[in-house]
């Protein structure tokens, strides 16, 4: 989590004066540990996972994501 945040911050010093909004946002199809939660939460990034990003697919007509937990699970 803290290199996606360095990385985010270089792209934010990268674009300059130039960048109006920048919302940094992840996914994790199976959630976040809490110290990661934590350091989002403290650094303002938005975040969604795979419940909630079905939840939008649904609500725009579009099919939900694969259970990739159950594609690992039946390719083993």
Known sequence: MESLLRKAEALRKAE??????????????DGFID???????????L????????????????SCLPDVNAINMKNK
Do not use: I, P, Q
Request: aromatic share 12%; net charge negative; no cysteine.
């Open 47 to 62: 975040w969604s996972v795979r419940e909630n990003l079905d939840g939008l697919l649904e609500s725009v007509g579009l």
């Open 16 to 29: 300059g004066e130039d960048l109006e909004t920048m919302r940094v946002w992840f996914f994790a199809h």
């Open 35 to 45: 110290k990661a939660e934590y350091l989002m939460k403290e650094k303002g990034v």
